[in-house]
């Protein structure tokens, strides 16, 4: 009885072995099946960038905290990291990425009234090359700075 499990082991975990790695092909071979593109990987170029800036009522000019900051590629994938905007209106993102020289910024009010309403701005941002890289496939890193962007207040509706 001994031998037979033993053979059965040494048989079956083999083709165990197999099939997963079969089954993990299937996820590397489908990088959008979560949604997403491939993160950067061995191989692939990358560079890190920065964008800063500052958020402010585009009627007082008052800085506006609370913001949800993300950023859009040129593929048009919405990145999930989310920087906010501080007490005096203030943002930074630091990333890595594939190479582009530009992203958008999507700014979201997402506290509703509690420090004013705001609409939805997608702001188109140029990165400027500052340090080019000859480590690999780092391209360098890339930066826009002092991106000042207008929140356009969601004025109430008239009751009617």
């Not at 491939?38 to 009627?59: C, L, T, W």
């Not at 190479?99 to 701005?121: C, H, I, Q, R, W």
């Amino acid at each position: 009885m001994r031998d037979l499990i033993l053979r059965f082991c040494r048989w079956a975990l083999p083709l165990l072995g197999v099939s997963a790695a079969i089954s993990c092909d299937n996820v590397i071979l489908s990088p959008d099946m979560y949604g997403c593109p491939p993160a950067p990987e061995y191989g692939v170029p990358v560079m890190q960038f920065r964008i800063s800036g500052k958020a402010e009522d585009a009627q007082t000019g008052e800085p506006v905290k609370g913001i949800a900051v993300t950023y859009i590629t040129e593929d048009k994938y919405e990145h999930p990291d989310t920087t906010w905007t501080s007490d005096n209106g203030e943002f930074m993102i630091r990333q890595n990425s594939f190479p582009s020289d530009k992203m958008t910024l999507k700014f979201t009010d997402v506290d509703g009234a509690k420090n004013g309403e705001y609409s939805v701005e997608e702001v188109e941002v140029t990165l400027v090359r500052k340090e080019e890289s000859q480590d690999g496939w780092m391209v360098g890193i890339y930066a826009a700075d002092d991106v000042q962007v207008k929140l356009d207040p969601v004025q109430p509706a008239d009751p009617e």
